[in-house]
């Protein structure tokens, strides 16, 4: 396996590698050296510039840290210090993906064209006992902040600024049970016993399965 000059080897019986000081000094000013793969090809085949895996290879069961570890094919952090107070605009985040078009370029008919994707492959294995299994997984962690999560705080964000508008705010295909599965844990927004709406109302526009269709949302329920 060749290695860009900024690598060094570290443990090559395990795989593992550690980056070199003129690496390292690059990331703490800001300016990380880039793992480019040019692709130049009218048909070329699939491409990473990058690729990390961990494989569980053991032949039986399987618990990673006694049932509370993980394994992990990578992993980012943004790690503030005890003394660090983020202020401003900023954004910190622990993963990017991110696709950039430069002048010129088209995103044409048929392409799938994502700034990041979760996917889950068990094609050749099996479920048992009803785990916990999605494509995608946010956390918020085990306990919060003393004094709440705050007033902007969500499980799931997503914003388009532009000044077009996207054909809808959240796209989903295939077959379930159920379209949203909810357990409030006490949830102040699931409420019992309203059937009656009145006072200002308005609709919320869906698509299922080719045909527009609108749920009511009012601001009284009795």
Do not use: C
């Not at 703490?28 to 491409?47: E, F, I, K």
């Not at 918020?140 to 999560?149: Q, R, V």
């Not at 379209?179 to 308005?202: D, E, L, Q, R, Y």
């Amino acid at each position: 396996m060749a290695l860009p000059t900024y690598y060094n080897i570290l443990d090559t019986a395990r795989g593992d590698f550690v980056l070199n000081a003129a690496a390292l000094a690059a990331i703490q000013g800001g300016s990380p050296t880039p793992v480019v793969a040019t692709v130049s090809t009218t048909n070329p085949s699939t491409t990473r510039a990058g690729y990390d895996q961990a494989v569980l290879s053991y032949p039986g069961a399987v618990t990673v840290g006694s049932g509370s570890g993980s394994v992990v094919g990578q992993r980012g952090e943004v790690n503030l210090g005890n003394a660090a107070t983020v202020l401003g605009a900023g954004y910190y985040y622990g993963m990017q993906g991110k696709v950039t078009a430069v002048s010129g370029a088209t995103i044409g008919a048929g392409a799938h064209a994502f700034g990041l994707v979760g996917q889950f492959d068990l094609s050749v294995g099996h479920v048992t006992g009803d785990p916990q299994i999605s494509a995608i997984w946010g956390d918020m962690g085990a306990t919060g902040p003393s004094n709440g999560w705050g007033a902007n705080s969500s499980l799931i964000s997503a914003q388009n600024t532009t000044a077009f508008a996207t054909n809808s705010q959240i796209y989903t295909y295939g077959a379930a049970a159920y379209f949203h599965t909810i357990s409030s844990n006490g949830g102040a927004f699931v409420g019992t016993g309203h059937a009656t709406p009145s006072g200002t109302m308005k609709t919320l526009k869906v698509n299922i399965d080719g045909t527009d269709l609108y749920i009511l949302a009012a601001a009284v329920w009795s």
